[in-house]
């Protein structure tokens, strides 16, 4: 091990552990680039937003039939009407 660092180009596995390397980093590099035209592409972000429409629209439909439910009378007449078909 005279030369260190010179001895692991000749085995290889510097060049190798390199090329590995800058395969990975140029692989990150190209999907970061490409994902908001993939993205675009498949409408992926306007899906995002209706769906937190959606979620928003959701919650608080929930909220209000949890205050109207707690305000409704016990008495449901509605309920005593069809008893009577029964």
Not at 17 to 39: D, E, K, M, T, Y
Not at 43 to 65: G, H, R, T
Request: charged share 25%; net charge neutral; glycine share 4%.
């Amino acid at each position: 091990m005279e030369n260190g660092i010179f001895e692991l180009f000749k085995t290889g596995i510097l060049s190798t552990l390199i090329i590995g390397i800058s395969f990975i980093s140029f692989n990150i590099a190209i999907w970061l680039i490409l994902r908001p035209v993939i993205c675009w592409y498949f409408k992926i972000n306007e899906k995002i937003e209706l769906l937190s429409e959606i979620l928003d629209l959701l919650e608080e439909q929930n909220i209000s039939q949890k205050h109207t439910i707690k305000n409704k009378p016990e008495d449901n007449s509605l309920g005593h009407q069809f008893k009577k078909y029964r």
